[in-house]
């Protein structure tokens, strides 16, 4: 059986790393994107480890925010394979702090990171599933893409977004036998939301104090209580293994009930409750 070509975005660590590794494991030529190729020696030596072949898995420079890399690893998926099977578009981080104290500039890389770079790399890589009619896009949304926390505004807004292009991704591709895919992650032990809230800018603004030592607080507790990322690597797994995977795959424990909550409820309820619970906390 032929091997299938995968890339990933973001595989330097959290779901990303793991992901990689699971694949790798299994009948998939993984290339392994990474932001800083400092990390390249770690990744592989983990690999090794693990049992996993030179040739299963291939680490490779991917910042997505920068075109000369995304045309430097089509140029060389293009060379090596002719083809790519599944591209899983994970490469993201969460930008914290109130809307009123967070740059423009802030926010530009906020959406260039977790909105723009996907649409970046997955345009690169579409002519190949649409021509070849065979293909699946995986990409991995949050909880943050359905409700907007405070002091999480631009990270509530890329996923949002994301769900967005998502959703009409599928759509267009679907008709060429090319497959979009959005995992939608409640809390996981990545440490995404801890850092967000901890690279959040500095405010003065006293009136934002409260709001800001209770979402890192927050934000502590959710990952130490977080579950482990094996089950959104499973889950990952398990799609790409799938010949027609549906769109939308929800995991993490509490996230349907969540979602639930703030689709039912009317809004003026469902604010009455966040903004409660916070001032008790």
Known sequence: MTKQIVLITGANSGFGRGIAMSL?????????????MSNKANLLEEADKLGISEGSLTVKKLD???????????????????RIDILINNAGYSQGGVLESVSDTEWEKQFQTNVLGVASVTRAFIPMMREARNGKVINIGSISGKAGFPGLAPYAASKHALEGLSESLRLELKPFNVYTSLV?????????????????PKTDIEDYRRLMAYMESYARQMTERAEAPEKVIKLVTDICRHSAPRFRYRTGKGITGAILIKTLLPWSLYERFVLRYMQKS
């Open 24 to 36: 790798a494991q299994q009948n998939y030529v993984v290339i392994a994107g990474i932001r800083n």
């Open 64 to 82: 997505v925010t920068l075109n000369s890399d995304i045309r430097d690893i089509y140029a060389f998926i293009k060379k090596r394979f002719g």
């Open 184 to 200: 939608e992650a409640g809390s996981f032990k990545t440490g995404i939301w801890e850092k967000g809230i901890a690279g959040a």
